[in-house]
């Protein structure tokens, strides 16, 4: 009777997260989409304001007070809350991390109006970036609000991050996998089924605002012949070139900007917004993050000679933008610049007698998954985005021999992973995260780590931390000293909650100096 009983009682924890997860993704579609249409409304007006200052100039004056307000309200907006620059995806991988806290009621309402005037102004930035920050912002003060600490605070967090991205670009899939393989690192069945359930009630919410059709929407009939496939390999290795160079670019500007020292930090988006003028009046099309460039590409494919300079104009300025440090990501930028270097390099063989113009839009999907790919060194994730944002399963295996390509000649040119690089570049406050209380610190062991087939009592572990479980798979283990660590393991070390990231880098340093077997 005792075992019938006991094969009845319901491990209800999972299912607990999950619904957390899809109140989380509720809220966060809710606020996302309207951060959406509030840019896209904003960026309308934009775009009329410079048709209408090619008109008659006399609107410059009107022109030059909105952007004087801008730059100080954002500055205002940054001086207030450091956390609000940029991207924000490094900030929430740094948070998750264990390296720096937020405040997340000032980083929700900050990052949503200063993102909005910054995205909305026509600067080359995204807006996936701040989505994934404001999503985490509402999974911590959901974690804050039900007294939640630790790892299930983290994993709400995570999840809340998980439902910006997909609220973003209705590709929940893709939102999930990119938190778990960029950002979170952790593949838990904790941390992913609620990241999924958030990100597929964001996905839903976005829906009712937006509709079914994908976010880049192409029409793609043909799938890529076979004969053609070894173009794909000379576009992998042209991206992972190109590729290095944005993250080149794109993480020194700030040394550009910081030859410019007699305008404060927090006010150096004047000289982007000033640059912005000549643009919004001759190429009021390339405004903006992109998207609906991708689309046109789609549609209408320009002359090789239109594509460099739109190649070289969207390179330069989407580093201007960014290096200013207003809230805007570079998530949807590199896809455009993918995009525009598929055009680009499908247009060459088709003047070359190689390609036939219908199969030009293959490559131009091709490269916006190979670009992003290489960039962020997170193929799974490119390839499944572009997949959900496009609408089609024609592409699979050509995307997958793209971004491998890609991402390989990056990681020979020892080029890093562009969020974690910038994450780097950010201070840390550890003296910021509150609280004395024990917590968990999971450290995935992957295969060819020294850790990899050594016993337990091999490794000198640092003071301050007990090693206490092993997850292998679905069920979890209390070590021994004899225990053999394997590859895929995760392990479960308690710390406490304010020396989480100090005792991850002392592991790593152990991990490293330990000779190889």
Not at 248 to 253: D, F, K, S
Not at 284 to 303: A, C, D, E, K, R
Not at 355 to 384: H, R, V
């Amino acid at each position: 009777m005792g075992k019938k009983q006991q094969r009845l009682i319901l491990d209800k924890t999972r299912l607990h997260f999950i619904i957390k997860g899809v109140l989380v993704g509720l809220l966060v579609g809710l606020v996302v989409s309207l951060f959406r249409i509030t840019i896209e409304k904003l960026m309308g007006v934009a775009k009329w304001g410079f048709h209408q200052i090619a008109l008659n100039p006399i609107y410059l004056v009107v022109w030059l007070v909105i952007v004087l307000f801008i730059v100080l309200f954002d500055g205002w907006l940054i001086q207030g809350d450091i956390n609000i620059m940029g991207s924000g995806i490094p900030q929430v991988e740094g948070q998750l991390a264990g390296e720096l806290e937020m405040k997340w009621w000032s980083v929700l309402w900050r990052k949503w109006i200063g993102g909005v005037l910054a995205i909305g102004s026509g600067l080359f930035l995204g807006r996936e970036g701040p989505s994934i920050q404001l999503g985490s912002a509402i999974g911590q003060g959901l974690a804050e609000k039900t007294a939640q600490k630790g790892t299930p605070r983290r994993v709400l967090i995570a999840g809340g991050a998980a439902a910006g991205l997909s609220a973003a670009f209705n590709a929940p899939i893709a939102a999930t996998l990119f938190i778990l393989e960029e950002v979170y690192h952790d593949f838990s069945p904790l941390v992913w089924t609620t990241a999924l359930a958030a990100s597929i009630a964001a996905d839903m919410v976005s829906m009712i605002f937006f509709g079914l059709k994908p976010v880049l929407y192409m029409r793609y009939t043909h799938a890529l012949p076979l004969r053609y496939y070894i173009y794909l390999i000379v576009l992998g290795v042209m991206l992972g070139l190109l590729g290095y160079l944005y993250q080149y670019i794109t993480l020194n500007v700030d040394k550009v900007y910081a030859m410019i020292r007699f305008i404060p930090r927090q006010f150096d988006s004047i000289i982007a917004l000033v640059i912005l003028l000549p643009i919004g009046i001759f190429f009021p099309s390339t405004l903006g993050g992109g998207n609906s460039l991708i689309v046109q590409l789609g549609n209408n494919v320009p002359s090789i000679t239109i594509l460099v300079g739109l190649f070289l104009l969207r390179l330069i300025f989407s580093t201007i933008s960014y290096g200013s440090g207003v809230p805007g990501g570079i998530f949807l930028p590199i896809l455009t610049l993918g995009a525009i270097l598929g055009a680009l390099f499908g247009q060459i063989l088709h003047v070359l007698g190689i390609l036939p113009e219908y199969l030009i839009i293959n490559f131009i999907i091709y490269a916006m998954a190979g670009y992003f790919a290489c960039i962020s060194k997170a193929p799974f994730t490119a390839i499944l985005l572009i997949t959900e944002m496009v609408g089609s399963l024609l592409h699979l295996m050509p995307l997958a021999v793209v971004s491998i390509i890609a991402y390989a000649v990056v990681d020979l040119l020892r080029g890093q992973p562009i969020y974690e690089s910038m994450l780097s570049k950010l201070h840390p406050n550890p003296e910021q995260i509150h609280g004395f209380y024990k917590d968990h610190l999971e450290i995935p062991v992957f295969a060819g780590s020294k850790l990899q087939g050594r016993q337990v009592r091999d490794i000198q572990w640092p003071k301050d931390c007990l090693l206490i479980s092993i997850r292998r798979g679905e069920n979890e283990q209390i070590p021994h000293g004899d225990t053999l660590i394997r590859s895929g393991d995760t392990l479960i070390i308690l710390t406490d909650h304010k020396k989480r990231a100090k005792i991850r880098t002392k592991i790593e340093l152990i991990t490293q100096n330990l000779v190889d077997k």
